[in-house]
């Protein structure tokens, strides 16, 4: 939806942005209750995917009914973001989240401590929710008092947006589906005792994708504003490789160190018991690595308002997904599954490829993206052999043992790094990055 704002934001038309953001109130209304709707018959199935546990159904129905709430509430008062995000400032939301995060984390855990109530954190997460959102707009009505005027809806320009919400719609749905099916279908198949397992490994590759989608949420609006601003193909293929370089030096980077260390820090954390297959680490390194390629030319679909395509590709890849992962499941366990998501990954980044270099570059450019994209491809897999053969070798433990295991993974990344790629012009596009991001900022505070 943001990309409409792109152009009244650069032209500062006031008019045109509040007709926008009369619309944009609507769809998050109209989103939240379909969400709403969507949870409460899913209610129905919440006994046969929550099997094995000691809680009474009542306990979990209502587990889960606040925890629909409180997705819920996210999209109450939201729809201001947006226009923060086209306007490149996403650091006032993420400031204002951020701080509000570590509020209520401490209120929690004082919720916890004094009541011992999982009910209690959860209204304290709905609560949470509307307090940041209610900041942002307060925000907003400050600093942009135009947005409180009230515009008439063009009739036009909403059902324009409204069939576009259709494709983003159906594409969110097909992506929480995607994101979900692995725990689902583990507990369903396996039992929600290796859901629990897994997810020690799971929940410390959500954290690294959480704490790369936070830096990298900026892009979207500057890929929006460059691409409406009449630049050559050429120009934005060249935006597009050294994007893809940055997040390929943010995933290999973030990918190897887990890879070499997690089995480690699952030890010291929760017991050797708890420890999984090899392979597992390994399928959500990968899941990890293919999603970070892919998610350049997702990100440029949606700055040129292609929903249709990123929809289909997104459907195409979640039934994939729960097809795969149910008969993953049953033929190979945990690794079956995440054999299925890797493969639906792939689907992913060709469909997205596909579509980019059809409808928004030219035909013939993709030869030499595909080549690059092999090119880190094998990088990558010889910096996880190498990081892994030379961690395994490392036969120290605890604490100590993830840091020596995770610096000399980070060595052997840089030294293939630079033996790969010192030469070509994505390599110096990040060196100047960090040169003006980093250095000259650092040595101008010692100044």
Known sequence: MIYHLYKPVIE????KI????????QIYQIIALMICGIGMILLIFLPKIVKDVEFSNSYLVLAYIFQLVATVSSYLLAYKRIYLNAKQKQYVCIIIDTITLVLFSILKIAVLICFKSYMAFLVMSIIQNIFSNTVINIYCGKYYSFLKRRKAIDITIRKKIFSEVKDVFGSKIAGYVYSSTDNIVISIILGTVQVGIASNYKYLMSAIKGLVNSAMSTMQPIIGNFLNADHSNGEMYRL???YSFVRYILAVFTAVPFLCVVDKFVEMWAGKEYLMS??????????????SMSGPLGEFLTAEGMFKYEKNVSILAAIFNVCGSLLGAKLLGVQGVLIATVISQ?????GRGKAVFECVLKKNMIIDFVKISIKYVICFAIMGVLGLVIAKRIHIFGLIGCIVSGMVSLVVVSVIVFLFYYQTEEFKYVVTLIDDFFIKKFIKNLN
């Not at 509040?18 to 109130?25: F, G, I, K, Q």
């Open 18 to 25: 509040n007709e926008l953001m009369a619309v944009y109130r």
């Open 12 to 15: 500062n038309d006031e008019d």
């Open 278 to 291: 090899s392979t597992i680490p390994i399928l959500l390194v990968i899941d990890y690595f293919i999603g």
């Open 240 to 242: 597009l490789k050294n």
């Open 346 to 350: 792939c689907i992913l980044w060709i």
